[in-house]
């Protein structure tokens, strides 16, 4: 008899590539004809109202009525032309991912006919009927629903038949409730804060933006075989799983070269990508089996925060229609590596100016090491913040792990900078002031290619390369923008104190680039103790990163604690990011969501030890005993030596079922306790502590029967068939 999972086995291996649909054009024939950007403004609306739109991106001026009714009118009528039927507004509540509500432009239009509207009033705000979003209880605390607003600086978007509009989702009392606001808010703080230090450097008028180019990790897995997998299905995760005897170790899927069933899927998401504007440009095999990775062009923060989101979206879809499932989570496979989005981040001018790269003239290279310090005490003053923003249940399987970046946030500078920083440290006096640039401040000259080419560490959480940073502990599935609102807001907290610092100086008679130099120095010197460039997983580093003040806290739901601190509240509050009561209420959201991940996971597996895994056992075990029990006929008292395996595995799978089933009841009954517990962070530590270490029992004894249990009847498909059919 053949069970269900050699039907789904044989049924992957027969899939057949899907061809792409993109078509046979170049690409830049339908880049972007999804997308309500500044070619289609042109056709669709005039150009005073073009004017006023571009001022509303660039400088955050709010559109007058009338103009909203302009924009309103040409945005539907290009969705119109392009056959969309509905609108939403899309946004980014707390629980991750997006969330969208769609509403047909159709409206009665007397008795028996009906007219197609969109006002300006329904393009600035929507009220979406959003109790269920989670809100830490700040609509309770205010008594108000939510609502959601237009983010004119980035473009809408259609979506099937839907016109998508990028919104903020606030209280009525102005509480943001999304992951946008933030990003938006901290843009500003450091956009602010990095002109006042540039206008020491004769660059006060420029725009500044802060930028991010996200590195998007994945697995894939055939679809029959994912349905199989009650865990995969449920918590994107595989929570039991014996390790295939061939995974990683060759290291021969890296940058190897792509099953052509994968490479069908990404042309395909690509050209869905395109349509919608995303810059997508690297595509290549991750370290693990079946596992990719697809990167853009780096672009301004808030419009890269929004394209990544996109492009999980169309991944799921696209994947699907080639017969996959897209895994986003982290770790869905024991033992082998995990998926992270490294999170590449700078700040730059509109002009074309980045403060991470060093210039041509000492006064470049000054420049350059001062925005390179603060970063650096900016990390090192908030390294535990850092953590807590991407700290979740799903990333703290990569944390703290072996594989991915520690649980501990220091900074890879390279051989180049580090040597200038000590430099640095050496340098004392501005000399020989002979004219505007004519002047060396006794600091070395940094060859631009050579800090292009900085060796690679892989351990490190957050690496300098070259012109950004790296932040390379973000988790797949993150949202990005909580990561970069921090960043933002710890920098731009960061780059007030320099210049407050800086002007005293100057206040007290220290010539601007002597008072700068100095400052840089001290700033670098202060934090000096955030840089590692040695081996991030090895245990001398945990016992030396407790000494120099780096916070070594893994434990997830107490990692959160980070973000309520007396300085922490201080940085957001004084950037306008975040308040006391936002920074509360979101760590309210942070440990539900954490003991709700866990405990649908620990049931999960459960389920899956009582209603799969065991009763397969005893099946096994039943078929083991009949043997001995037909030795026993045939060979009397010498049976013991004929079924001598068969009564050795009996006992095994006795053992293991009893255990299982014992630790099962035992985790259930501890979720059915922690249910009853009101305080969310007692009650997200319980699943920490708890339940989370019942699953690594359970699971042993799971693994253990998986050895044992023969093939034929084993009821899901197993790590080697995940891994590799593609
Ligand atoms: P690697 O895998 O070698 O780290 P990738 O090419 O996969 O590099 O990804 C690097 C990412 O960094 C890309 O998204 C790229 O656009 C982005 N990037 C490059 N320069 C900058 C910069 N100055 N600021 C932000 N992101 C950048
Ligand atoms: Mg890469």
């Known amino acids: 008899m053949t069970n269900s999972r050699f039907v789904a086995v044989e049924e992957a291996y027969k899939k057949a590539p899907i061809v792409p649909t993109a078509p046979d054009k170049t690409t830049s024939a339908y880049y972007g004809c999804k997308v309500f950007n500044r070619a289609t403004m042109r056709k669709y609306l005039s150009s005073d109202t073009r004017r006023m739109v571009y001022e509303s991106i660039e400088q955050g001026v709010t559109l007058d009525k009338s103009a909203a009714e302009h924009v309103a009118a040409g945005m539907k009528q290009w969705a119109m032309d392009e056959g969309a039927t509905h609108y939403t507004h899309w946004f980014q509540p707390l629980t991750g991912g997006t969330a969208e509500k769609h509403d047909s432009f159709s409206e009665p239009y007397g008795r028996d006919s009906s007219l197609e509207n969109f006002t300006g009033k329904m393009l600035c705000q929507q009220e979406p009927d959003a ?190 229609r080639h017969g996959f499932v897209v895994l986003l989570h982290e770790k869905p496979y024991k033992g082998i590596n995990g998926s992270g989005k490294h999170c590449n981040w700078s700040l730059g001018t509109a002009s074309g100016v980045g403060l991470f790269s060093p210039g041509k003239t000492t006064e470049e290279n000054l420049r350059f090491l001062t925005f390179m310090a603060n970063v650096m005490k900016a990390v090192y003053d908030n390294n535990a913040l850092l953590k807590a923003s991407i700290m979740t249940a799903t990333n703290a399987h990569r944390l703290g792990a072996n594989e991915a970046p520690p649980a501990i946030i220091s900074i890879f500078l390279g051989k180049t900078v580090s040597e200038a920083f000590a430099d640095l440290l050496k340098s004392k006096n501005v000399a020989n002031i002979k004219g505007k640039k004519v002047y060396s401040l006794g600091i070395p000259q940094i060859p631009e290619l050579l800090v292009d080419n900085t060796d690679r560490n892989r351990t490190s959480p957050f690496a300098f390369t070259g012109n950004r940073f790296e932040f390379r502990a973000v988790g797949s599935t993150a949202n990005c923008a909580a990561p970069m609102a921090t960043l933002n807001t710890i920098v731009a907290h960061q780059l007030r104190e320099f210049k407050k610092n800086v002007d005293k100086r100057i206040k007290d008679g220290a010539p601007v680039m002597q008072a700068i130099l100095d400052e840089t120095r001290e700033t670098y010197r202060a934090c000096s103790n955030v840089c590692f460039d040695g081996n991030g997983y090895s245990d001398e580093w945990k016992k030396e990163a407790k000494k120099r003040g780096l916070d070594c806290e893994a434990s997830a739901p107490k990692t959160y604690d980070a973000f309520t601190k007396k300085e922490s509240i201080e940085v957001f509050e004084e950037a306008e990011v975040l308040s006391k009561v936002e920074l509360e209420a979101r760590n309210d959201v942070l440990w539900e969501m954490y003991s709700k991940k866990v405990e649908i996971e620990a049931r999960t597996l459960c389920d899956m030890a009582v209603n799969h895994i065991l009763p397969v056992a005893m099946e096994y075990k039943s078929k083991l005993l009949s043997n001995v029990c037909k030795a026993k006929e045939i060979y009397g008292d010498e049976y013991k030596e004929i079924a001598g395996y068969e009564l050795s595995q009996i006992k095994e799978i006795s053992a293991h079922v009893t255990k299982a089933m014992e630790i099962c009841k035992s985790v259930e009954s501890q979720c059915d306790k922690l249910l009853k517990t009101e305080d969310m962070r007692k009650q997200a530590i319980g699943y920490h502590d708890g339940v989370v270490p019942g699953m690594e029992d359970a699971r042993v004894h799971l693994d253990a029967l998986e050895m044992i249990i023969d093939d034929q009847i084993w009821p899901m498909p197993k790590y080697r068939e995940l891994l590799f059919i593609s």
């Open 131 to 320: 109790s269920s979003f989670p809100s830490g209880g700040l609509r309770n605390t205010f008594e108000a629903r939510g609502y959601t607003a237009w983010d004119p600086s980035s473009p809408a978007f259609i979506m099937d038949d839907c016109l998508c509009i990028p919104t903020v989702f606030i209280s009525y009392t102005g509480e943001a409730l999304d992951y946008k606001t933030p990003l938006l808010k901290s843009s500003a703080a450091v956009a602010a804060a990095t002109k006042d230090v540039l206008s020491y450097f004769g660059m006060g008028n420029e725009m500044v933006q802060s930028y991010l180019g996200w590195e998007q990790e994945y697995f894939l897995v055939d679809k029959d075989l994912y349905a199989q997998r009650p865990d995969l299905v449920m918590t994107g995760r595989t929570l039991q799983g014996h390790n295939s005897s061939k995974h990683q170790q060759l290291d021969d899927h890296y940058f190897g070269s792509i099953p052509s069933r994968v490479l069908q899927f990404m042309k395909d998401l690509e050209y869905e990508a395109y349509k919608l504007g995303i810059p997508v440009k690297t595509r290549h095999n991750e370290v693990a089996p079946n596992q990719f990775e697809i990167a853009p062009v780096y672009e301004e923060v808030n419009l890269a925060v929004d394209h990544n989101l996109l492009l999980m979206s169309l991944m799921k879809l696209v994947a699907d």
